[in-house]
DNA sequence: TTGCGTGCAAAGGTTTTGCATGGCA
DNA sequence: TGCCATGCAAAACCTTTGCACGCAA
């Protein structure tokens, strides 16, 4: 891996702390952009954040995806040893939240789909889509 | 639904028949452009088939996706009363091609979900990522 | 002083939209 | 004929790249 040096600047801490701050959801480049200028009046060009975003999803501090109409890139921050790279995430395409898959069941679903479909999952690079339980409440 | 009158065109037919003809895989419309060229020497301006994969989309004769990476829209056509919307995909990431979960482990992996994690899954905009037993056979 | 971090402008790629024309029924 | 289908060009977006300058260590 080669650790790659890092200098530490105020715009780099702002963004990961908005992301620690949103782990429960997927944010995106235009979010974080927004939220550092309303937040803290502090103005990061688009490219700076995706530059950055780059390299914390390359070095496993956040999971890249895109949206369910698959139109922008989001990003989730990675809780340290949450183990979030060997089980699935769900997002509701409601409040947009997501939910970690992350029990024994996990494990049987991996072997079932191993044994019978003959095919390794990989859960970083998938996401379930669906309805969580307080949004199908509010309908 | 309201039945949206449809004229039957060659350049529909031609698309149409590509689909069906490459329903294992996940098809760009570049693919869909270039195919059409190639086998029939037919030119299909690319927003023509936008709009009638688009149609399709909306009726349930594709599912639309997005690539791996996030970049690009992909189309997969459904066999007719395949209930393709009542079971998983996973799509090799090695080879593209896909492969349903249609299975009695489906019902449990759903019924999984909303019991223990009170989530809807909502099949047909998900996706699972993995590699398939070929591929990994031949690495 | 070194070399990473940042901003700006431009480029690249995909998808959508508006408008005029073509063609099925 | 009446609509739908199509092509073309332009626009709209999102993301990446090149280059010059800024700044942490």
Avoid at 21 to 34: F, G, L, P, Q
Avoid at 111 to 124: P, R, T, V
């Amino acid at each position: 891996m080669g650790e790659n040096k890092k200098y530490s600047t105020e715009k780099r801490t702002k963004i990961l702390d908005y992301l620690k701050s949103h782990d429960d959801v997927d944010v995106t480049v235009k979010e974080i952009e927004y939220a550092l200028k309303d937040n803290y009046d502090l103005s990061v060009n688009i490219t700076t954040i995706y530059r950055y975003l780059d390299k914390l999803a390359e070095e496993g501090t956040v999971l890249k995806h895109t949206d369910e109409n698959g139109k922008t890139s989001t990003y989730q921050y990675i809780v340290p040893e949450s183990e979030c790279n060997s089980h699935l995430h769900m997002k509701c395409v409601s409040c947009g939240r997501i939910y970690h898959m992350d029990c024994a069941f996990m494990d049987e679903f991996k072997k079932h789909i191993y044994k019978h479909h003959q095919f390794i999952l990989e859960c970083k690079k998938s996401m379930l889509y669906g309805v969580c339980n307080s949004c199908s409440n509010n309908v």
